[in-house]
């Protein structure tokens, strides 16, 4: 442990804040590089670290079969960021047009948050305008309602009327 293990996580850490350091002075092209040589040189938390921002990056960049690939080894280590890695796959998948994969990964999203009533609802809405987009109204709505129910204060708190989204699924389904 102290032989092996130890140094390699300092260096990992050490590599990682060199990218992070870039990244901060406004360099994300090289920022990039620099995240994506941690995560194929270091197994560590900082190399896993390393995957995450690299996949954030290349999203950005419009990347996005590439960022799923970093998203696909990313290890979460705390459920917040798991889940919030899972949407931006999901984010990832709908801008390559793969609605049933970006469902998929919202809704692990969705329950990686573990009900947070700040993450969740962000979570969910995703996953309801990817419904949208299926023509799954049902599944909408039933969406927009557990919105309603289960986190009430969503739609107050972000200004999101989500009443008049239940009631656009409604009327599409013909029950005003």
């Known amino acids: 442990i102290y032989a092996i293990h130890k140094p390699g996580a300092e260096a990992a850490q050490n590599a990682i804040g060199q990218a992070d350091m870039t990244l901060s002075e406004g360099n994300d092209s090289l920022a990039l590089v620099q995240y994506k040589q941690v995560a194929a040189d270091y197994g560590h938390e900082g190399g896993n670290r390393a995957k995450l921002n690299a996949a954030i990056l290349l999203y950005k960049q419009g990347q996005w079969q590439e960022a799923i690939n970093y998203l696909n080894d990313y290890k979460a280590s705390e459920s917040l960021i798991g889940a919030s890695s899972q949407a931006l796959k999901g984010d990832c998948y ?36 990817v419904l949208r987009a299926q023509n799954k109204t049902e599944e909408e709505l039933k969406v927009y309602e557990t919105i309603q129910n289960d986190y009430p204060e ?23």
């Open 94 to 129: 709908v801008n390559l047009g793969q609605l049933d994969d970006a469902l998929a990964a919202f809704k692990k999203a969705v329950k990686a948050s573990d009900n947070n009533p700040l993450y969740t609802p962000l979570f969910l809405i995703k996953e309801a305008n």
């Open 154 to 176: 969503f739609g107050p708190a972000y200004n999101y009327d989500i009443q008049k989204y239940i009631e656009r699924c409604k009327a599409q389904l013909g029950q005003d």
